[in-house]
């Protein structure tokens, strides 16, 4: 069952999972061009071989604040919509199978993050916060619900 | 076990329907071109054939592939061509469009099956197609044999035009291997060898291609850092060419034959010149010219355009050809050619010709030219009217709604992909038209221009000239804000680069910055300065993502040799978020008066239309979408609210007041006004004309819909309030504003340059009210206590990053939002929004 292999990662300190089929690959970016007149979480452009990534802050656009990045910071690559995107994470842990699937959010969760998170995954005891990544580069909810 | 195997079976099913689709709507495009030819002679056996083939494959397939309703219309077209074979029936105009009628329909089955929608079109409707095949005997009296007839080739037209743009492209490209064309295919000639393969691949295989450029201008540069070894450089060398020719090769697979834009013209060709009672003989060449399958599609409409054009206005009834002593038939001759890394294609007619005074009177008519300008217009200027986006005044607005219609449409679709279009007519003896497009659209030359560190690529095509600000030849100047560049006489509007994207000014400035003359499809050129121009490279440019280009200044990315990603300028973004005055609505040929640009720069466009009690009002034309003709039964009123249908979409409806069956007569038509997500209708009588505006309100009126008085010509019209109808719809209680007359206007900041409800709805309000707005990003601001430090910042429901200069008022969108936070306000709420700014910037109200 592959539908039940995500990626487990960290964003501004907050442990998320990102269903494998979204991804492409995570990679270290190297220089990213600044891009002017575009929604601050678009953090610029970078090369990847010979394609060109639209590197995106998930942070920034969950909490309006801009991720502190980097030299070469980690990204997760993934196409949407025909156009291939860098999504800057802090940190990635594994890419594993959460046997237990997708799981309703318990608690109540911060304002910031509920537009864009639509479950929660269990890895190792810990909870992470299922996100899609289409979220980020469209608007709010549109891909968590489609999921 | 058993369910691997059936799982396979019904996975096996699925390609077989797909290679049937891909085969069907393949062989429908090579048929298309075949359909004239027979119609000239229908006794043509070969062709009677290839038909009858085509029918019979389709009716054998579909009976295993289980699709009854191919079946049923293969069938029935397989019958009335067997009869034809067997000599027991003629091919009479009438059978042909109706057998032509069913060779659409199933092109357009395969269609909605291909896009999984295999019920958009009602079976029911095939049998008026089956009737139309029946024998000449058995249908009814002649008038209603016409309108079968109309009906068909109704049916018939749209899809033919659409052909070339779906066919077998969707899933793969067929790469030939042979010299040999495609067309030969279908007369049973011996076929080219080709291959199907998927389009994924070819692009996986172009991108391999540019990693490996990439990695050899690393290694180059590598090699240059170290001590020169011939041997090694040598062998470099050839490596090097060896992958220049692999990446020429590549290219190739994307190029295809020009003939596939012709596939759909005969019968387009036929079918209208039978609508129109005109003959013309269609003469298609250079269908072996190859290109970029993507260029094919952008020039499928701007092709089409013309063909009709020149059907319908160019080439003469027969009566009216006989009596200017030229053959009965009009001659329609289309050419392409390669030349060096340009696509040349022209089509000519032999028809009549421009009417130049025509042209010349429709223009002076609508205000673009004075007598006294006409008079002094050369031959070629008055042919270049042709293209003049402001000839097409009120009739053709209407058009806009469907496809692009105007040659001002085509013109800027053409240059929207880098090419040009030229027009030569002699009256009496005919219209040329020549459009030049470049070869592909993915490789353009782009000149890397320069500010600070920031590097961004210009299509070549769009720059007229560059010069040194220094030069001579250029004079600058500042009036009123507005920036104008005199170059050799000629005044253009000049901005900076660094101000249309919000950059800093660098200091590193050696020697004199550049000035690009930049001509965009909007119609006049304008100046853009940068700091440099660095160097002229061919790109490859992709598409960037919709994040990126939604502000509409980029239209693009690149990866240039030096692997840093780089963005490609839109040259028509850039001049309409500058909010230059290019549009030609005045003065087509000014002359060199800076008066006249710096006026022209505080004006806007507005529509004149006419109120359906005939009462002419203005609207500001940058918040209509198009305009509708619209059905009195298309509006209908629910729970005392009135709602326009149109594409199978409601939106709310202004004006709809006594809209039933019994104003069926009266003309109606539909503004279609945006802002942002909203989309309201605006029910009008029509649409007369559009003029340039001031952008203040002469005498302003805050009276519910109007929002003032406008002086045109020797009388005034009434303004219309876009805030009003947008607020109306919104169901709030409308008010006046208080009334301005403070010492000071209150100095508002809207972060959001680029949100058009936030330009075009918020700030006239704001403006109006009597307060001062500026636009952009909050880095740029003065801190407070500054002089020029806004009072307030306004901006959407997502607030602002960071700390602000000055108190923050969130504008939600839905009434709730703003009902829960509790510090935003709803952005309709006109008197809770003026309130709010008045108490947050501390101060009383007048």
């Known amino acids: 069952m592959t539908d039940n292999l995500f990626l487990f990662a960290r964003i501004a300190g907050t442990p998320i999972a990102v269903r494998a089929s979204e991804i492409e690959a995570v990679v270290r970016l190297g220089d990213i061009v600044p891009i002017q007149r575009v929604p601050p979480h678009v953090r610029g452009l970078a090369a990847l071989r010979s394609r060109v990534l639209t590197v995106i802050d998930i942070e920034s656009r969950i909490f309006g604040r801009p991720m502190k990045v980097e030299a070469r910071p980690l990204a997760v690559v993934s196409d949407i919509s025909a156009h291939t995107y860098g999504l800057l994470v802090e940190t990635v842990s594994d890419i594993c199978d959460a046997s237990g699937g997708i799981q309703p959010i318990k608690g109540r969760i911060d304002r910031a993050w509920s537009p864009f998170t639509a479950g929660l995954v269990e890895r190792k005891g810990r909870s992470h916060l299922l996100l899609s990544l289409a979220d980020f580069v469209s608007t709010p909810g549109t891909g968590a619900k489609a999921a | 076990m058993k369910r691997m195997t059936s799982h396979r079976q019904a996975k096996r099913m699925d390609e077989i329907l797909g290679e049937f689709i891909a085969e069907t709507l393949e062989t429908l495009d090579v048929l298309s071109g075949e359909v004239v030819a027979w119609e000239a002679d229908p006794t043509d056996q070969s062709r009677l054939d290839a038909f009858f083939r085509f029918f019979h494959t389709v009716k054998g397939s579909c009976g295993f592939l289980n699709l009854p309703r191919f079946e049923r219309l293969a069938h029935a077209a397989e019958d009335v061509l067997a009869a034809i074979r067997r000599g027991e029936r003629g091919a009479d105009p009438e059978t042909v469009t109706a057998v032509l009628a069913i060779m659409d329909r199933i092109g357009a089955l395969s269609r909605n099956i291909a896009e999984g929608d295999e019920m958009a079109i009602a079976e029911a409707e095939d049998d008026a197609l089956l009737d139309a095949l029946a024998p000449p005997a058995a249908v ?315 590097y961004f690529a210009m299509p070549r095509g769009n720059v007229v000239e560059l010069l040194h600000q220094n030069s001579a030849m250029v004079t600058l100047e500042e009036i009123g804000g507005a920036r104008i560049a005199t170059i050799r006489g000629e005044p253009y509007s000049l901005i900076d680069i660094e101000d249309v994207l919000g950059l800093p000014r660098t200091d590193d400035q050696r020697g004199p910055r550049t000035l690009m003359v930049i001509r965009s499809s909007l119609g006049q050129p304008y100046v853009l300065g940068v700091q440099q121009v660095e160097s002229n490279e061919e790109l490859v440019i992709r598409p960037a993502s919709p994040l990126v280009t939604a502000d509409g200044v980029y239209a693009g990315m690149t990866l240039p040799d030096n692997g840093q990603p780089m963005l490609l300028l839109d040259a028509a973004g850039i001049a309409q978020s500058a909010r230059l005055p290019l549009h030609e609505a005045r003065q087509p040929f000014a002359g060199g008066k800076e008066a006249r640009a710096s006026a022209r720069a505080e004006t806007a466009q507005a529509l004149v239309f006419a109120e359906r009690d005939g009462t002419r009002r203005l609207i500001p034309l940058a918040i209509v979408d198009r305009v509708e003709d619209i059905e009195p039964t298309q509006v209908a009123i629910s729970d005392g609210r009135a709602f326009a249908r149109i594409d199978g979409r409601l939106f709310p409806a202004l004006n709809a007041d006594g809209i039933g069956h019994e104003t069926a007569d009266e003309p109606l038509k539909a503004l279609r006004l945006h802002a942002g997500r909203e989309v309201i209708c605006y029910l009008i009588g029509d649409v007369l004309d559009i003029i340039e505006v001031p952008m203040k309100v002469d005498v302003a009126l805050n009276a519910g819909r109007i929002a003032g008085l406008v002086m045109v010509g020797d009388g005034q019209l009434e303004m219309i309030d876009p805030f009003a109808l947008f607020a109306e719809v919104a169901r709030d209680a409308v008010s006046p504003v208080p009334s301005a007359g403070r010492p000071r206007p209150i100095r508002c900041h809207i972060v959001d340059a680029h949100d058009p409800w936030m330009t075009g709805i918020l700030a006239p309000l704001l403006n109006r009210a009597g307060h001062d707005v500026s636009f952009g990003p909050l880095e740029n601001l003065p801190a407070a206590g500054e002089t020029a430090a806004p009072d307030i910042i306004l901006c959407a429901d997502e607030g602002v990053p960071g700390a602000a200069p000055a108190p923050v008022l969130r504008l939600s969108d839905s009434p709730q939002g703003a009902d829960d936070g509790g510090e935003a306000v709803y952005r309709y709420d006109r008197e809770r929004i003026m309130a709010a700014i008045v108490s947050l910037t501390g101060r009383a109200a007048a």
Do not use: C
Not at chain 2, 199 to 214: E, F, H, K, P, R
Not at chain 2, 220 to 244: Q, Y
Not at chain 2, 404 to 422: L, S
């Open chain 2, 140 to 454: 009814p009296p002649p008038a209603s044999a016409e309108a079968t007839l109309s009906h068909a080739a109704e049916i018939a037209a749209a899809p033919a035009i659409v052909l070339p743009r779906e066919g077998t492209d969707a899933d793969g490209i067929d790469t030939a291997t042979g010299p040999e064309p495609l067309r030969a295919a279908g007369r049973g000639d011996r076929a080219p060898r080709t291959i199907r393969l998927p389009l994924a691949l070819i692009d996986q295989l172009m991108n391999g291609i540019s990693d490996m450029v990439l990695a050899r201008n690393d290694l180059a540069r590598k090699m240059r850092e170290r001590e020169a070894d011939p041997e090694l450089e040598g062998s470099f060398e050839r490596l090097s060419a060896n992958v220049a020719d692999l990446r020429d090769m590549i290219s190739k697979t994307r190029m295809q034959r020009v003939d596939r834009l012709y596939a759909a013209i005969p019968r387009m060709v036929r079918d209208l010149s039978r609508e129109l009672g005109k003959k013309v003989h269609l003469d298609l060449d250079g269908g072996d010219v190859e290109m970029d399958r993507e260029m094919i599609e952008m020039v499928v409409d701007p092709l089409t355009h013309i063909v009709r054009n020149a059907l319908d206005h160019g080439i003469e009834p027969p009566a009216e050809r006989e009596r200017a002593g030229k053959s009965e038939t009009g001659m329609l001759r289309i050419v392409s050619r390669q030349s060096g890394n340009q696509i040349v294609i022209e089509i000519a007619d032999d028809g009549r010709g421009i009417n130049r005074a025509a042209l010349v009177e429709k223009a002076i008519a609508g205000g673009l030219l004075t007598p006294a300008q006409a008079a002094g217009l050369t031959d070629e200027q008055k042919l270049q009217l042709i293209f003049h986006a402001g000839l097409s005044t009120a009739a053709k607005v209407t058009s806009v709604s469907g496809r692009g219609v105007g040659m001002d449409v085509v013109r800027a679709n053409i240059e929207q992909i880098g090419g040009v279009i030229g027009i030569e007519s002699r009256v009496g003896f005919g219209t040329t038209f020549t459009m030049r497009v470049p070869l592909t659209l993915t490789i353009i030359p782009g000149l890397i221009v320069r500010s600070g560190n920031h």
